[in-house]
């Protein structure tokens, strides 16, 4: 027993922080500098600055940490599931006792990385629609100004301007950026967007860069400048590398030249070709419009020969004046001739007024002796035949008189022989009827049913309001007696209803 505590106090004793300490030390002795291939995974960026991350293959994982001061430096924009090649020490972290790598600096591992990265962007793009080509925008057949984003060092920009020299001389404004390398994806997009700022403005741009690895192309597929160019309101031509390099800039952008040069005759057109092309269009316009002269000189022609001799026309139509003038001349006198003939045989038609006057003062005085003659024999005459008449009148009335007595006397003969009784039954019949007659009539079987008969003060009977003053004193008549009344001031009533 004494022998096995010996043997257990031989091993030696440390501490927590002593074994995570020589776990540190042995790690960061091993593996002072390393890179390490992976995908990465589990990315997430803090508010302090600091990224972190993991890195994973098919068998194992192992955590990463990218420091604020470091991430400016590390060459790429890490992006979950894509596999890079990450540079930097293993260090424990003794909190937890866990192991990770400090990266300091990150590039894509091979094309094939980078090729998956593209296909993500561009599938995403793709779904926004910023590729559709109903965005893209004409380019100005002849631009003022023509603004280039590029390096200033490099062949592209001198490629540019001689071959816009050569074609058609305009305002070249260079925005010279780095064209690869950290923070060039930023410079390009700032540059493209502070275009729309300059002044004069550019009336197109032109994004170019010579050829080079995909690596070396990766700016040009960076989101940043991709939104640039689509938030673009310039025009925009994409140079990006040779004929047989894409990168999605040039989905984005409205025009695709496969090199620089190409960008600068798509920019411009060739003075020469312009002037052969306008010399062209000005020979076929004149040429049209003497093939039109000479159509229409034609049917001019044409209609020329249809119509009249205009000047035999005209000497007709004078000839034709001439002769009614002439006839006219003649024929006034000739009609006034006529025309007083023709009066003076209507003069010598006409009665002699003044003998006619004459031959009717005559009868007139003749016609009044006769009446003056004729006069007294007439009202002789009138006074026979009126004595006449009223010694008529006096026999006829005496022969009346005698036939009124003879029939009176016939009458009382015949009245002795009617029985007494049956004449005044009769006489009675005949007084009823005439009295229901006047009873129908009467005015106070009106009075009656309600009725009253109005009058004056006086007695006179009253049939309107206008003849009644206000205050004036009236009469009213009923059928058991009068009273007295005293008229208001008078209304003027409607209708009466029926």
Avoid at 136 to 164: C, F, N, Y
Avoid at 257 to 272: D, G, H, K, N
Avoid at 337 to 362: F, G, I, N, S, Y
Avoid at 418 to 437: C, K, N, Q, S, Y
Wanted: charged letters at 25%.
């Amino acid at each position: 027993m004494d022998e096995l505590r010996t043997t257990v106090s031989n091993v030696p004793e440390y501490t927590v922080s002593e074994i995570s300490g020589a776990v540190k030390r042995t790690l960061e002795g091993n593996f002072g500098r390393v890179r390490v291939r992976g995908e990465i995974t589990e990315l997430k960026r803090y508010p302090s600055g600091h990224i972190y991350f993991s890195l994973k293959d098919e068998g194992a994982k192992i955590a990463g940490v990218v420091w604020k001061s470091t991430v400016s430096r590390l060459g790429m924009v890490p992006e979950n599931g894509v596999e890079v090649i990450a540079t930097g020490r293993v260090s424990a972290y003794a909190d937890r006792s866990s192991y990770q790598l400090i990266t300091e600096r990150m590039e894509y591992a091979g094309a094939g990385a980078l090729l998956a990265r593209i296909e993500m962007l561009r599938l995403r793009m793709v779904a926004e629609g910023l590729f559709d080509a109903d965005r893209k925008r004409r380019l100005p057949v002849l631009p003022a100004v023509i603004g280039v984003v590029t390096s200033e060092r490099g062949a592209v920009i001198q490629d540019i301007r001689t071959t816009i020299a050569r074609r058609f001389p305009r305002a070249v404004l260079l925005w010279p950026v780095p064209v690869q390398g950290d923070g060039a994806a930023e410079r390009i997009a700032t540059a493209i967007a502070g275009f729309e700022r300059v002044v004069p403005r550019p009336d197109v741009l032109i994004v170019a860069r010579g050829g080079g690895s995909l690596e070396d192309l990766m700016a040009f597929n960076e989101e940043v400048v991709l939104r640039a160019v689509a938030a673009c309101r310039i025009p925009l031509i994409s140079a990006v590398g040779h004929e047989t390099d894409t990168t999605l800039i040039d989905f984005v952008s409205d025009r695709r030249a496969p090199t620089p040069t190409a960008a600068a005759e798509l920019a411009v057109p060739a003075r020469a070709e312009l002037i052969a092309d306008l010399e062209q269009r000005a020979a076929r316009l004149i040429g049209g419009l003497n093939h039109l002269t000479q159509q229409r000189r034609l049917l001019l022609s044409r209609a020329e020969r249809g119509l009249p001799d205009l000047p035999a026309l005209l000497g007709g139509a004078r000839q034709r004046l001439d002769d009614r003038a002439e006839r006219l001349v003649l024929a006034l006198p000739n009609l006034l001739h006529k025309r007083r003939a023709a009066l003076d045989a209507a003069v010598r038609q006409l009665p002699d007024l003044q003998a006619l006057a004459t031959a009717w003062r005559e009868r007139v005085q003749e016609r009044g002796v006769r009446l003056i003659i004729a006069l007294p024999n007439f009202v002789a005459r009138r006074h026979a035949a009126i004595d006449l008449c009223g010694q008529k009148l006096g026999s006829g009335l005496r022969h009346a008189v005698a036939g009124i007595h003879g029939r009176a006397g016939r009458m009382l003969g015949r009245l002795s022989d009617v029985p007494l009784r049956a004449l005044l039954r009769e006489t009675r019949a005949r007084l009823e009827g005439t009295a229901a007659r006047l009873e129908s009539v009467s005015p106070l079987a009106v009075l009656q049913r309600g009725y009253a008969v109005v009058s004056d003060a006086a007695g006179h009977p009253l049939t309107s309001v206008a003849t009644v003053p206000p205050g004036a004193r009236l009469r009213l008549r009923f059928a058991d007696g009068e009273v007295g009344a005293t008229a208001d001031r008078p209304e003027r009533q409607g209708r009466l209803p029926l």
